[in-house]
């Protein structure tokens, strides 16, 4: 999907698991436990390839105020570390549509904020460091 909000995660391993998620402005947690949240969606949670996965809030829907972007190296299954490319694109097709990418080296198990996107203005900012509400609960998919 695609709209006001929209965050792709790809990675340069081929059987490991990266995850993408999603802090909601109202503190909803978007990610492969929680696919639905008040506004955001999780349509894609690839497991064992290089992606994607994909979080988005249809056009016209995004609630005001931040959207914390993080994502977690769930399972290298042994093959090491890799490099995460995360493309966060804000009011698609539409005269005020921007994009982002960034990258990520990641190590098995790690966590690592990538964004911050606040609405209404769309406006993306980079951040780094481990997040701060994680999902440390969930042991398997």
């Known amino acids: 999907g695609t709209g006001d909000l929209q965050v792709t995660l790809t990675w340069d391993l081929d059987d490991s698991d990266i995850d993408l998620h999603c802090i909601e402005p109202d503190t909803t947690h978007v990610y492969f436990g929680n696919p639905?949240?008040?506004?955001?969606?999780?349509?894609?949670?690839?497991?064992?390839?290089?992606?994607?996965?994909?979080?988005?809030?249809?056009?016209?829907?995004?609630?005001?105020?931040t959207y914390e972007i993080y994502v977690h190296y769930w399972s290298d299954?042994?093959?090491?570390?890799?490099?995460?490319?995360?493309?966060?694109?804000?009011?698609?097709?539409?005269?005020?549509?921007?994009?982002?990418?960034?990258?990520?080296?990641?190590?098995?198990?790690?966590?690592?904020?990538?964004?911050?996107?606040?609405?209404?203005?769309?406006?993306?900012?980079?951040?780094f460091g481990v997040p701060t509400r994680t999902v440390d609960t969930v042991t398997s998919k």
Not at 45 to 65: K, Y
Not at 94 to 111: A, D, H, K, S, V
């Open 77 to 127: 299954h042994g093959n090491g570390p890799t490099t995460a490319t995360i493309r966060v694109r804000v009011f698609a097709n539409t005269p005020q549509e921007q994009t982002q990418i960034f990258t990520r080296r990641l190590t098995n198990g790690e966590y690592a904020n990538v964004a911050d996107v606040t609405f209404p203005a769309g406006t993306i900012v980079e951040t």
């Open 36 to 65: 639905s949240g008040t506004t955001a969606e999780l349509d894609l949670d690839d497991v064992d390839g290089f992606g994607p996965e994909n979080i988005f809030v249809e056009p016209g829907t995004a609630a005001a105020g």
